[in-house]
Structure formats: structure tokens, C-alpha cells
């Protein structure tokens, strides 16, 4: 990899960061302020902040570790990969949920 194409790859990644990052987050807390009611939402966060981390942490580790495997391409399509499972993985959370009584 050149290092023209190298320096694009960070740029790519700030702004896909920069982006997306705070406007998924927004949405993840939209759609939890929307799917608990406040009894319930207090024992749902709680479950939501401990996760989070431990979410990015494994998924910062395996983006890593694919990176060193297969090169900076991989590990910048397991960053584009990781958001797409984590919704639908939160989808699929999400109507599971909607069927429960409260």
C-alpha cells in the first residue's frame, strides 16, 4: 500500500467516524428512550452502558486483528461490516422486546 493510498484510508475513516459516529449514537439512545418506559429503562441502561464498551472494545480488537491478517482493507471493511450486524442485531433486539408485556 502507497502511502497516497494510505493517507486517503485515514481520511476515509475520520469522516465515516465523524459521520456516522455520533449520529448512530444518537439513534441508539432515541430508540431506547422509545422502547422502555422509564421503570424499565433504568435497568435496560444500565445493561446498554456496560455492553457498549464491551462491544467496542472486541469489535476495536477484531477489526485489529483482521487488519493484521489481511491489511488495511480488511480491517476497514470490518469497520464498514461491524455497524451493519450491530443493527440488525438492535432490530432483531428491538422486536423481541415489542412483543414482551410490561
Same mark, same amino acid.
Given at each position: 500500500?502507497?502511502?497516497?493510498? @494510505?493517507?486517503?484510508?485515514?481520511?476515509?475513516?475520520?469522516?465515516? $467516524?465523524?459521520? /456516522?459516529?455520533?449520529?448512530?449514537?444518537? +439513534? %441508539? #439512545?432515541?430508540?431506547?428512550?422509545?422502547? /422502555?418506559? !422509564?421503570?424499565?429503562?433504568?435497568?435496560?441502561?444500565?445493561?446498554?452502558?456496560?455492553?457498549? !464498551?464491551? &462491544?467496542?472494545?472486541? +469489535?476495536?480488537?477484531?477489526? /485489529?486483528?483482521?487488519?493484521?491478517?489481511?491489511? $488495511?482493507?480488511?480491517?476497514? #471493511?470490518?469497520? $464498514?461490516?461491524? !455497524?451493519? $450486524?450491530?443493527? %440488525? %442485531? &438492535?432490530?432483531?433486539? %428491538?422486536?423481541?422486546?415489542? &412483543?414482551? @408485556?410490561?
Amino acid at each position: 500500500m502507497t502511502s497516497e493510498s @494510505s493517507e486517503l484510508a485515514a481520511i476515509v475513516l475520520y469522516l465515516h $467516524v465523524a459521520a /456516522f459516529g455520533a449520529t448512530s449514537l444518537a +439513534g %441508539v #439512545w432515541a430508540a431506547i428512550g422509545e422502547c /422502555f418506559d !422509564p421503570h424499565r429503562a433504568r435497568r435496560a441502561v444500565a445493561t446498554i452502558v456496560i455492553g457498549g !464498551p464491551i &462491544g467496542g472494545v472486541a +469489535g476495536g480488537m477484531l477489526a /485489529f486483528g483482521l487488519s493484521q491478517l489481511g491489511g $488495511v482493507r480488511a480491517g476497514l #471493511w470490518t469497520l $464498514v461490516a461491524l !455497524p451493519l $450486524v450491530s443493527a %440488525v %442485531v &438492535g432490530r432483531a433486539l %428491538v422486536r423481541s422486546t415489542r &412483543g414482551r @408485556s410490561t
